[in-house]
Protein backbone atom coordinates (compact mmCIF):
# COMPACT_ATOMS: atom_id res chain seq x y z
CA UNK A 1 0.00 0.00 0.00
CA UNK A 2 1.41 3.86 -0.60
CA UNK A 3 2.17 6.04 2.15
CA UNK A 4 -1.81 7.12 2.26
CA UNK A 5 -3.01 3.41 3.03
CA UNK A 6 -4.62 3.20 -0.10
CA UNK A 7 -3.40 0.12 -2.94
CA UNK A 8 -1.15 1.45 -5.94
CA UNK A 9 -2.79 0.93 -9.41
CA UNK A 10 -0.44 -1.76 -9.23
CA UNK A 11 -0.82 -3.09 -6.42
CA UNK A 12 -4.52 -3.44 -6.91
CA UNK A 13 -3.67 -4.95 -10.74
CA UNK A 14 -1.21 -7.52 -8.66
CA UNK A 15 -4.39 -8.21 -6.64
CA UNK A 16 -6.79 -8.61 -9.36
CA UNK A 17 -4.74 -10.79 -11.72
CA UNK A 18 -2.89 -14.20 -10.98
CA UNK A 19 0.40 -13.88 -12.30
CA UNK A 20 1.12 -10.41 -12.17
CA UNK A 21 3.63 -9.31 -9.73
CA UNK A 22 3.42 -6.67 -6.62
CA UNK A 23 5.42 -3.60 -6.14
CA UNK A 24 7.79 -5.69 -4.21
CA UNK A 25 7.78 -8.41 -6.04
CA UNK A 26 9.43 -6.29 -9.04
CA UNK A 27 11.47 -4.38 -6.74
CA UNK A 28 13.12 -7.87 -5.82
CA UNK A 29 13.43 -9.14 -9.10
CA UNK A 30 15.06 -5.67 -10.20
CA UNK A 31 17.46 -6.49 -7.22
CA UNK A 32 18.71 -9.86 -8.92
CA UNK A 33 19.16 -8.18 -12.09
CA UNK A 34 21.68 -5.87 -10.37
CA UNK A 35 23.31 -8.64 -8.17
CA UNK A 36 23.93 -10.90 -11.20
CA UNK A 37 25.35 -7.81 -13.26
CA UNK A 38 27.65 -7.05 -10.43
CA UNK A 39 28.51 -10.97 -9.97
CA UNK A 40 29.61 -10.52 -13.92
CA UNK A 41 32.06 -7.89 -13.31
CA UNK A 42 33.93 -8.93 -10.22
CA UNK A 43 33.36 -12.43 -10.29
CA UNK A 44 32.40 -14.43 -7.07
CA UNK A 45 34.86 -12.45 -4.90
CA UNK A 46 33.78 -13.62 -1.12
CA UNK A 47 34.91 -9.90 0.31
CA UNK A 48 32.39 -8.56 -2.53
CA UNK A 49 29.39 -10.67 -0.99
CA UNK A 50 30.12 -9.97 2.51
CA UNK A 51 29.74 -6.09 2.35
CA UNK A 52 26.80 -6.35 -0.30
CA UNK A 53 24.96 -8.35 2.66
CA UNK A 54 26.42 -5.96 5.19
CA UNK A 55 24.89 -3.06 2.97
CA UNK A 56 21.41 -4.96 2.58
CA UNK A 57 20.94 -5.56 6.51
CA UNK A 58 22.31 -1.45 7.33
CA UNK A 59 18.88 -0.45 4.76
CA UNK A 60 16.80 -2.95 7.11
CA UNK A 61 14.44 -1.15 10.00
CA UNK A 62 14.37 -2.81 13.16
CA UNK A 63 13.21 -5.65 14.32
CA UNK A 64 14.54 -6.91 11.29
CA UNK A 65 18.03 -5.48 10.73
CA UNK A 66 18.90 -6.69 14.38
CA UNK A 67 17.82 -10.62 13.26
CA UNK A 68 19.36 -9.93 10.48
CA UNK A 69 22.60 -8.79 12.17
CA UNK A 70 22.42 -12.19 13.99
CA UNK A 71 21.77 -14.91 11.84
CA UNK A 72 24.89 -13.35 9.30
CA UNK A 73 26.64 -13.84 12.73
CA UNK A 74 25.32 -17.51 13.29
CA UNK A 75 25.84 -18.41 9.71
CA UNK A 76 29.47 -17.15 9.54
CA UNK A 77 30.59 -19.29 12.40
CA UNK A 78 28.69 -22.32 11.71
CA UNK A 79 29.36 -22.55 8.69
CA UNK A 80 32.36 -20.73 7.18
CA UNK A 81 32.55 -22.22 3.75
CA UNK A 82 28.81 -20.73 2.86
CA UNK A 83 29.96 -16.99 1.20
CA UNK A 84 27.97 -14.34 2.00
CA UNK A 85 26.30 -12.87 -0.99
CA UNK A 86 22.57 -10.95 -2.09
CA UNK A 87 19.57 -12.86 -3.24
CA UNK A 88 16.83 -10.97 -4.55
CA UNK A 89 18.16 -8.02 -2.79
CA UNK A 90 17.94 -10.34 0.68
CA UNK A 91 20.73 -11.39 2.19
CA UNK A 92 21.66 -15.02 1.71
CA UNK A 93 24.84 -17.57 1.78
CA UNK A 94 26.44 -19.46 -1.04
CA UNK A 95 27.83 -23.30 -1.10
CA UNK A 96 31.06 -23.73 -3.39
CA UNK A 97 29.28 -23.66 -6.32
CA UNK A 98 27.26 -20.88 -5.70
CA UNK A 99 24.24 -21.69 -5.05
CA UNK A 100 21.71 -20.40 -2.12
CA UNK A 101 21.58 -22.32 0.90
CA UNK A 102 20.17 -20.53 3.42
CA UNK A 103 18.67 -16.47 3.45
CA UNK A 104 17.04 -14.03 5.30
CA UNK A 105 13.75 -12.34 4.20
CA UNK A 106 12.61 -8.81 6.36
CA UNK A 107 9.55 -8.67 7.04
CA UNK A 108 9.33 -5.46 5.77
CA UNK A 109 10.62 -6.04 2.33
CA UNK A 110 7.30 -7.60 1.73
CA UNK A 111 5.46 -5.81 4.23
CA UNK A 112 4.74 -9.46 6.39
CA UNK A 113 4.37 -9.85 9.71
CA UNK A 114 7.04 -11.72 10.28
CA UNK A 115 10.98 -12.13 8.74
CA UNK A 116 11.72 -15.49 7.50
CA UNK A 117 15.02 -17.86 7.61
CA UNK A 118 15.16 -20.54 4.72
CA UNK A 119 16.61 -22.62 2.94
CA UNK A 120 16.87 -23.88 -0.41
CA UNK A 121 16.99 -27.27 -1.88
CA UNK A 122 21.15 -27.50 -2.13
CA UNK A 123 20.75 -27.57 1.48
CA UNK A 124 21.35 -31.34 3.07
CA UNK A 125 18.26 -31.16 5.57
CA UNK A 126 16.41 -34.04 4.36
CA UNK A 127 14.85 -35.56 7.25
CA UNK A 128 12.51 -38.54 5.69
CA UNK A 129 10.03 -37.34 3.22
CA UNK A 130 9.17 -34.09 4.99
CA UNK A 131 11.00 -31.71 6.56
CA UNK A 132 10.56 -27.50 7.01
CA UNK A 133 12.30 -25.48 4.93
CA UNK A 134 12.07 -21.96 6.32
CA UNK A 135 10.86 -20.64 9.56
CA UNK A 136 9.14 -16.89 11.01
CA UNK A 137 10.80 -15.53 13.06
CA UNK A 138 9.31 -12.35 15.07
CA UNK A 139 12.52 -12.66 17.40
CA UNK A 140 15.17 -14.57 18.18
CA UNK A 141 15.93 -16.02 21.17
CA UNK A 142 18.66 -17.91 22.25
CA UNK A 143 17.23 -21.18 21.90
CA UNK A 144 16.13 -20.44 18.22
CA UNK A 145 19.81 -19.35 17.59
CA UNK A 146 21.12 -22.60 18.63
CA UNK A 147 18.63 -24.44 16.34
CA UNK A 148 19.26 -21.92 13.46
CA UNK A 149 23.43 -23.00 13.93
CA UNK A 150 22.73 -26.01 14.07
CA UNK A 151 20.68 -26.49 11.11
CA UNK A 152 22.85 -23.94 9.33
CA UNK A 153 25.84 -26.64 10.00
CA UNK A 154 23.53 -29.45 8.51
CA UNK A 155 22.53 -27.69 6.06
CA UNK A 156 26.08 -26.65 4.74
CA UNK A 157 27.74 -30.23 5.67
Same mark, same amino acid.
Request: proline share 1%; hydrophobic share 40%; charged share 30%.
Given at each position: MSETGKSTKREAAADDEPGRLTDE????? +??????? +??? %??? %??????GERDVLAKIAEMPEPDRSMAE??????? =?AAPTLAPKTWYGMPAY???? %? +????????????????? =????????????? =???????????LTAADEARIAELVRRAAS
Open positions: ELAAL +KETVKER +KAE %GRR %GRAKADRIHAIVK =TANEN %G +KIVCFFTAAAKFKSRYA =TFGFNDDANLDEG =TMWPTSFALTK
